[in-house]
C-alpha cells in the first residue's frame, strides 16, 4: 500500500481531475443552454455544478476521498484490486478506471460491511484522517491476516468531535448495520425504530442518496420526499444530501406538504377526534352521502332528434359506478362518459356522425343531469358542511361530534381552519381524486403521526415504498404511536420489516445511563441506548435563580468548544433569553446559526448540540401530557456535555 506521501499526491491527482470535470461540465452547460432548449435541465446542472464548485473550491474541507480497499490474490474480478472511495465519482479519463468510486456504488459495499471474520477478500481497509483539506494520517485494518480488528481510532474521532452548525453526512464512517439499511432497494419498505442518536435521520438521509444513485431512472419521474418533524429540523438537516451531489429530493414537514394556511387552533378534544382514523370513513361518507338517485329521465335534444337514457337505467349507471369508481369525481367523469355513450349508441343507429364536436356537445348537454345527482364538490365546501353540522357522522359519538362542531355554521370561504382541518381536507380531497404520489418517502420521527397524519403519507407513496424512522420513546404528541405494526398499517406498510438499532452515536454513556432511567416511566418497549461513547460530562446542579445560573452555565459552555443548546420548557424559554440578552450573550432561535441557540422543548426533536443546558426538569414534564417523553427527547440532545440545572426537585427517576 502507498505511503502518507504517495496517498497525498495521489489527493492532488483526484482534486485536478475533479477540477478538470466541473471546467468540463460548465462547458456542457453553456453549450446545453443554446442546443438543448431546455432551461429545467440546464437550470438543474447549473445547480449541480455550483454544489460541485463549491465542494472544491470556497467550501474547501471535503475530501475527495475518505477510505481505500485493497483486494487480495483471490478476489475473482477484483484480485489486486485497489479502490479510492469517496462521496463522488472522480476520473480522470473516459474509458479509465476512476480514480475515486462514489460511496453508493456496489463495490463500495464491501468497505463498510468487511470484517475480519468475513473479509469478503479485502486484505487492506485503510481509513484516512484529514485536518480541513490536508490529508494527515491513514489507519489500516488487515482483514485477511485473522487478527481480530479492533475498534477504528479514526471512526471514534469522528463520532466524538464536537458538533457546531448543521448535520453533516457520515459517509466516511457509516456503520455495517447502517450500511444494510441504507442500501436496501428501492422496493423494500422499512421501519427503523431507534433509540437517540443512533443515526437514524442519517440513515434516512443516505438512504435518500443511496437510492437516488441506484435507482436514478426509477425516481427521476415522482422524486423522493423527505419528511421531517419542524423547520427547525429542516434546517439542520439541509445541507446533508447537497453535499452527497443530492439536491433534488424534497425535503419538508407534513404540515408544508398539505400545504394549507392554518388560521386557528383546535381545542385538545377537536384535535384528538379529528386525528382518529374514524375520521377515514366519516369523511368518505360525508362525500358519498351527496350522490343521489335520479328523479328523472336524461333527454337531449339533439336537431330532429331527441336522445334518451331513462330514469331507471340512469339509478342502475350510478349504483354501478358508484361500487366501481376508484374516487368520487372519477365517478362522475365516469357517469357522463356512460351516459353519451348510451346516447351515442341511438344517435348512430340513425345514422348520426358522432364526431369529437359531438361527444363534447352531448357531454355539456348531460352535465346538469349528473349534477343533481353526482354534484361537483369541493373539499373545503364538504368539511365546511361536516364541521357546520357534525350530527352526520354517524361513525362518531355525540360528545365527539360536539367537539369538533363548530360555534356557528359557517361557509367554506369564512372557515378558520387548524392544522388537524388541512389533514382532513387532504383526505377529502383525495376522496374526491388522487393526488400524485412520489418514488420514495422517508418519514422521521414518525412516531409522532397521527392515523390521519399517517394516511395522507400513505397516499403520496401508494404502490411505493417508504423508510420509516422513529422511536416510541420519543412519541410526544397526544396520538403518538406505542407500537410500530398499527402505525405502518396506517403508513398503508402492514408488512414492513421492524429493524431496531440500539448502539447511540450521539449521546454519551453517562447521559445514556441518565436518560435510560427515564424509560421505564414512558411505557413503551423499547430497548435502552447503549452508548458508542465513554466520553462526556454529565452535571446536575441546583440553583436558586434558573435565569441567572443559565447565564453563568452558558458563559463556562462558551469558554470550549461547539455548539451550545439551552432547553427549556416553552414557557420558560422567554426569561432565559432576556437575561442571556441583557448580558450581551448572542444566541439564535432554534433554526438559526449562531453558537449559542435557545430551543424551547417542544422543538428539541431531532437536533443536537455539542453542548446541552437543559433547564428544570420538573417543569419540562409538567408542562404537557407527555412530559416524561419530551423530557427523554431533552435530555438526549447533548453530544459532549450535558448541565441539568434545577430549583424544583429532580424527578424521582432522575435521583
Ligand atoms: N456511523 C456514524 N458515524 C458518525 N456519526 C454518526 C454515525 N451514525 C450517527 N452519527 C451521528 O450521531 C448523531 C445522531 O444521529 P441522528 O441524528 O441520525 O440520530 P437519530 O437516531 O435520528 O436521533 P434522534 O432520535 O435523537 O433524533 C448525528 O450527529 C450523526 O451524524
Not at 58 to 80: K, L, M
Not at 357 to 386: C, F, G, I, N
Request: net charge negative; aromatic share 6%; proline share 5%.
Amino acid at each position: 500500500m502507498p505511503d502518507l506521501d504517495e496517498e497525498r499526491a495521489y489527493a492532488d491527482r483526484c482534486r485536478d481531475a475533479l477540477r478538470r470535470m466541473v471546467a468540463g461540465a460548465r462547458e456542457n452547460v453553456a453549450v446545453g443552454e443554446h442546443t438543448w432548449g431546455d432551461r429545467y435541465t440546464a437550470e438543474r446542472l447549473g445547480f449541480y455544478l455550483k454544489t460541485l464548485a463549491r465542494d472544491i473550491g470556497e467550501e474547501g474541507d471535503n475530501p475527495p476521498f475518505f477510505g481505500a480497499i485493497a483486494y487480495g490474490a483471490a478476489a475473482g474480478e477484483h484480485s489486486r484490486q485497489r479502490y479510492y472511495l469517496g462521496r463522488r465519482h472522480i476520473s480522470d479519463a473516459i474509458g479509465r478506471p476512476p480514480l475515486v468510486i462514489d460511496w453508493r456504488a456496489p463495490v463500495s459495499a464491501a468497505f463498510y460491511q468487511a470484517s475480519a471474520v468475513e473479509p469478503r477478500g479485502i486484505d487492506t481497509r485503510r481509513r484516512f484522517g484529514w485536518s480541513a483539506n490536508r490529508l494527515t494520517s491513514f489507519e489500516d485494518e488487515h482483514l485477511l491476516s485473522g487478527a481480530p480488528a479492533g475498534d477504528s481510532e479514526l471512526v471514534r474521532r469522528e463520532i466524538e468531535r464536537a458538533r457546531v452548525g448543521p448535520m453533516r453526512d457520515i459517509v466516511a464512517t457509516i456503520q455495517p448495520e447502517q450500511d444494510t439499511l441504507v442500501r436496501t432497494g428501492l422496493d423494500v419498505s422499512v421501519c427503523i425504530q431507534g433509540a437517540p442518536g443512533t443515526g437514524k435521520t442519517a440513515v434516512g438521509l443516505h438512504r435518500a442518496a443511496y437510492l437516488l444513485y441506484a435507482y436514478r431512472s426509477r425516481l427521476q419521474r415522482n422524486g423522493v420526499l423527505v419528511l421531517g418533524p419542524n423547520r427547525a429540523f429542516l434546517h439542520y438537516i439541509s445541507a446533508v444530501l447537497p453535499t452527497l451531489g443530492e439536491v433534488d429530493v424534497e425535503q419538508t414537514t407534513i404540515e408544508q406538504l398539505l400545504d394549507r394556511e392554518v388560521r386557528a387552533v383546535d381545542e385538545p378534544a377537536a384535535a384528538a377526534v379529528k386525528h382518529d382514523a374514524r375520521m377515514a370513513d366519516v369523511l368518505h361518507d360525508a362525500v358519498y352521502r351527496r350522490i343521489g338517485r335520479p328523479d328523472r329521465a336524461v333527454v337531449v335534444a339533439d336537431e330532429s332528434y331527441k336522445w334518451r337514457v331513462n330514469q331507471h337505467e340512469f339509478a342502475e349507471m350510478v349504483d354501478e359506478i358508484r361500487t366501481e369508481a376508484t374516487t368520487y369525481l372519477t365517478g362522475r367523469e365516469r357517469l357522463v362518459a356512460r351516459i353519451v355513450a348510451a346516447l351515442q349508441r341511438q344517435a348512430e343507429a340513425r345514422g348520426q356522425n358522432c364526431n369529437g364536436v359531438w361527444l363534447r356537445r352531448m357531454a355539456r348537454a348531460v352535465t346538469p343531469y349528473v349534477e343533481e345527482v353526482w354534484p361537483l364538490l369541493k373539499a373545503d365546501e364538504v368539511l365546511a358542511s361536516l364541521l357546520s353540522d357534525p350530527r352526520e357522522a354517524t361513525g362518531l359519538t355525540c360528545e365527539e361530534q360536539q367537539a369538533i362542531a363548530w360555534p356557528r355554521p359557517r361557509k367554506a370561504k369564512t372557515a378558520r381552519w387548524t392544522a388537524a382541518d388541512a389533514v382532513l381536507l387532504d383526505e377529502v380531497g383525495a376522496v374526491l381524486e388522487r393526488v400524485p404520489t412520489y418514488g420514495h418517502v422517508i418519514v422521521d420521527e414518525a412516531q409522532d403521526l397521527s392515523p390521519m397524519q399517517c394516511r395522507a403519507i400513505a397516499r403520496r407513496s401508494d404502490h411505493n415504498s417508504i423508510t420509516v424512522l422513529g422511536d416510541l420513546a420519543q412519541g410526544t404528541t397526544p396520538w403518538a404511536a406505542t407500537d410500530w405494526r398499527s402505525q405502518l398499517t396506517y403508513l398503508g406498510k402492514p408488512t414492513a420489516e421492524i429493524v431496531a438499532l440500539s448502539t447511540g452515536y450521539r449521546v454519551p454513556a453517562t447521559v445514556v445511563e441518565l436518560a435510560n432511567r427515564l424509560l421505564t416511566a414512558l411505557q413503551v418497549e423499547v430497548p435502552p441506548t447503549r452508548s458508542f461513547r465513554s466520553d462526556g460530562e454529565l452535571t446536575i446542579t441546583h440553583v436558586d435563580d434558573l435565569a441567572a445560573g443559565c447565564v453563568a452555565a452558558v458563559r463556562r459552555a462558551l469558554a470550549g468548544e461547539g455548539s451550545i443548546g439551552v432547553i427549556a420548557a416553552d414557557h420558560r424559554l422567554p426569561a432565559l433569553t432576556d437575561a442571556l440578552k441583557a448580558t450581551g450573550i448572542e444566541f439564535s432561535a432554534a433554526d438559526g446559526d449562531a453558537r449559542v441557540t435557545a430551543v424551547p422543548a417542544t422543538l428539541a426533536k431531532g437536533l443536537e448540540y455539542d453542548h446541552v443546558i437543559a433547564i428544570e426538569p420538573a417543569e419540562i414534564i409538567t408542562a404537557e401530557p407527555r412530559g416524561p417523553n419530551r423530557l427523554y427527547v431533552v435530555l438526549t440532545r447533548a453530544v459532549s456535555r450535558l448541565d441539568v440545572l434545577h430549583h424544583r426537585a429532580l424527578p424521582p427517576e432522575l435521583h
